[in-house]
């Protein structure tokens, strides 16, 4: 294998240790609970140890002060201070700049490392000299270092699963004659007969005698790599011990190669005998686990991309087909029915092989989550606030392309929760409210979107200085009547702010367009309520996956176009008593108890052919960003699953069309972009002028309500 193949996966294994270590570090301020400490020193003991294989000797020297300073946490020598969590955070952005400047092959950033790691030495310094008067002890009452002046017996059984890890028992014997005189003896009692022998797993295992005046620390160290693949005992030499226990430790002194210890010998009563009274829980390792659910590997995205393309092609083809057996009725209609069945049976088949492809795309959106608490952390600090993160639905899966680009959006929202909407304690108990805030980020599915919300429960949006703003900035008319709703949703308008003064953490109008932007072109959307006092609620909903959608098929002229079903709430006959006319122009159609505008997608498109009176013409009813919009076409032809193919490659961006798809019988169907049309459509109407071009009046256009949530 390639060198460069492999370091690439220690870097993605860095990077996933470093997460590991940030998200529990950040729960050590609210626990200190040992096993959590446990993982974040293995995280980094991975790393280091990783990065010394694969010859980065600065980012194991960096790693192991911080090791260091865990190390005194996990033995209880030291508490859990917030100063010395707030350091050990730094040293993770450090240690994360390290890694990525190895990764691309540049210069790190020398003198913030030597600084991190001069406050790291000069905390473990502190703690190792202050440590009496800061605990009001003496040097007598800390726990010392271990050592036994005779030597270790050490039971040692890995897991079946430990070579296919890249470790290697023979290895860490071998370390271990370096510490001492070594007696080795293995158990090969489990080795099956050759024919059943799998020589990825290990089925040995040793007792070994260390002789000499070693610290357990060191040998603890040269396990600690594979102490969750494996069972291990240590106890002192001198400590009374079984009979078969004896024999071993009183055997001759001098080491036994490794070659001549493989030989069989009956299993060592001590490795499975109970530690002696008076023995820390905390000596004894749990047994790692042999038997595993299921495995997992990891493969370039540009590979499933290329399955997830033929799995589309596959959906045009079925969908060929079937236009097929419709022709083929008419010349033998009995071979016709097998040829349908046939392929009611591919659909399915292909039904469920997409969706299984679509899943491997699909992870947890807790991949996007994870990086808030630290965000919340820091940012509640720096703007002396006391926030707590929920977090619900983590575990609800979406697409990888829309997690990549629904991270800025979400930074921005969160950023603007916790410097606008949540208040400062003082504020919030002068208004009988809890001194801590709460931001809350929940997701979960609903129909074929996920939906994501984002809730604070401070001061809310006040309505009267945004609509003050929009005046000031000629977002909105003076005579205009907005609803409330349509009020909030102005802070989506680009360079809005209502902030009084500018923050290096937002009040620079530059965030909220840019989420709008970023989830429209995702194919979602996004609105927001609140409530004066009580906090607001930010809504998000996009498509599951960018790949495939469910469309509705509808004739325009001599065109087909598709419809993303999830956007239609109805389809109806223009019945005439319904029909009202705002301008020459523009149409009203009363359903039921509410107006809505009709589009022309014959003009919005540039067709030729004049449309005549709307009477008995077909209505698609839609719905995005809140509002409902009724598009005029010919006719509905079906509906079915289509591929998503776009034109940003070869065509400039069309306004109404959000991409392209090959149909059955291998013509093109444009996608209709029904968020893009309709919030297009209503911003049109809402700017144009009096000069000769149709515009709704101000009661005409409040007249259209926004659909309540």
């Not at 590991?20 to 570090?25: A, D, I, N, R, T």
């Not at 102490?227 to 071993?248: F, K, S, V, Y």
């Not at 996920?450 to 809730?455: G, P």
């Amino acid at each position: 294998m390639d060198l460069s193949e492999v370091q690439d996966v220690f870097f993605e294994e860095c990077f996933e240790g470093l997460d590991v270590l940030e998200s529990g570090l950040l729960k050590l301020d609210q626990s200190t609970d040992v096993e959590e400490i446990n993982a974040i020193f293995r995280a980094a003991h991975s790393i280091k140890g990783g990065a010394g294989t694969f010859g980065f000797p600065e980012i194991s020297s960096f790693t192991h002060v911080m090791e260091t300073l865990l190390d005194e946490m996990r033995d209880g020598r030291r508490g859990i201070e917030r100063n010395a969590v707030d350091l050990l955070l730094e040293s993770v952005d450090v240690l994360r700049g390290m890694v990525d400047a190895a990764q691309s092959s540049s210069d790190n950033d020398q003198t913030r490392i030597n600084d991190v790691q001069g406050r790291l030495e000069k905390l473990l310094a502190a703690g190792s000299e202050g440590a009496a008067d800061g605990d009001g002890g003496t040097a007598e009452d800390e726990p010392a270092e271990e050592t036994s002046a005779e030597g270790w017996l050490i039971h040692f059984a890995p897991g079946p699963e430990l070579l296919t890890r890249g470790n290697e028992p023979s290895r860490i014997i071998r370390e271990l004659g370096k510490l001492g005189e070594l007696t080795v003896k293995a158990d090969v009692s489990q080795v099956p007969a050759l024919a059943d022998l799998d020589p990825r797993q290990c089925f040995i295992k040793w007792s070994i005698a260390l002789t000499g005046e070693v610290e357990r620390s060191a040998v603890e160290e040269l396990f600690a790599w594979v102490m969750d693949e494996c069972e291990l005992h240590i106890e002192p030499l001198g400590a009374q011990q079984p009979a078969a226990a004896q024999e071993q430790a009183s055997a001759a002194p001098a080491a036994v190669p490794l070659a001549e210890a493989i030989a069989e010998a009956p299993p060592p009563a001590a490795a499975s005998a109970p530690a002696p009274a008076g023995k820390p829980p905390s000596d004894s390792k749990p047994a790692a686990k042999t038997q595993k659910d299921g495995g997992s590997i990891r493969v370039g995205i540009d590979k499933v991309d290329e399955l997830i393309n033929l799995v589309g092609e596959l959906v045009i083809t079925q969908s060929m087909l079937t236009q097929v057996t419709e022709q083929f009725e008419a010349v033998d209609s009995h071979l016709a029915d097998h040829l349908r069945d046939g392929i009611a049976q591919l659909e399915r088949n292909t039904r469920e092989l997409q969706q299984n492809v679509l899943k491997i795309r699909m992870l947890p959106i807790t991949v996007s989550f994870s990086r808030f608490p630290r965000l919340v952390r820091d940012l509640s600090t720096q703007l002396g606030k006391d926030i707590e993160l929920k977090m619900i639905g983590e575990q609800t899966e979406v697409d990888k392309t829309v997690l990549e680009k629904i991270n800025d959006p979400l930074v921005h929202l969160v950023r603007n929760s916790l410097d606008h909407g949540i208040e400062s304690p003082e504020v919030r108990l002068a208004a009988g409210k809890p001194a801590r805030g709460t931001l809350t980020l929940s997701a979960f599915h609903e129909g074929g979107d996920i939906v994501i919300k984002v809730i604070d429960d401070g001061g809310g949006l006040k309505r009267d200085k945004i609509l003050e703003k929009a005046l000031e900035r000629g977002i909105v008319k003076p005579n205009e009547e907005l609803s409330d709703d349509r009020i909030y949703n102005l802070i989506f308008a680009p360079g809005f702010s209502t902030a009084d003064t500018v923050s290096d953490v937002s009040g620079r109008g530059v965030g909220m367009d840019v989420v709008r932007r970023n989830i429209r072109d995702l194919g979602g959307n996004v609105t927001i309520t609140s409530n004066l006092g009580k906090g607001s609620e930010v809504t998000i909903r996009l498509p599951l996956t960018l790949a495939i959608l469910d469309g509705q098929l509808a004739a325009l002229g001599d065109q087909t176009y598709v419809l993303p079903l999830v956007s239609i709430v109805e389809s109806l006959m223009i019945a005439e008593e319904h029909l009202e006319a705002v301008t020459n122009e523009s149409e009203l159609y009363r359903l039921r108890d509410e107006y809505i505008p009709i589009i022309r997608l014959d003009r919005v498109f540039g067709m030729e052919k004049p449309r005549g009176s709307l009477v008995d013409d077909l209505l698609v009813v839609v719905e995005a960003e809140g509002r409902r919009a009724g598009l005029l076409v010919d006719d509905l032809l079906g509906q079915q699953q289509v591929v998503i193919k776009s034109l940003e490659t070869n065509f400039r961006q069309i306004e109404g069309i959000s991409g392209a798809t090959i149909l059955g019988d291998g013509t093109i169907a444009l996608i209709i972009d029904v968020p893009g049309l309709v919030t297009g459509y209503f911003d049109k109407i809402k700017h144009m002028d009096s000069s000769g071009k149709p515009k709704l009046s101000a009661a005409a256009l409040d007249a259209i309500p926004a659909v309540a949530e």
